[in-house]
């Protein structure tokens, strides 16, 4: 994960219904797919992202001049396989 660029916190939930995205991972945490904002019958994993994010400056590099950043860069970041990473934090008892 030192090469992250950008680092995601994610949760499992059974319901990924309104989530800001939803992350597949590979074995080495890397992101390998984000579905921005999915219907839960089409979501590919459980793991959310809970919009808590590490941005370095290199990631503006990938991105339109003058791009703020949000969830929806990861997709682009992804096809330009910028190196994207997730961790997985424990739900907020609720």
Excluded at 10 to 38: C, I, K, W
Excluded at 64 to 78: M, Q, R, T, V
């Amino acid at each position: 994960m030192d090469d992250a660029v950008v680092t995601i916190a994610v949760e499992r939930r059974a319901d990924v219904s309104g989530a800001l995205g939803v992350v597949v991972l590979g074995a080495d945490g890397r992101v390998v797919g984000y579905q921005l904002r999915p219907d839960p019958a089409e979501a590919l994993s459980d793991l959310v992202d809970i919009g808590d994010h590490r941005v370095e400056d290199e990631a503006f590099e990938y991105l339109e001049p003058g791009a703020e950043w949000s969830a929806a860069a990861i997709p682009a970041l992804l096809e330009q396989d910028v190196p994207v990473y997730a961790v997985e934090v424990e739900a907020a008892a609720g």
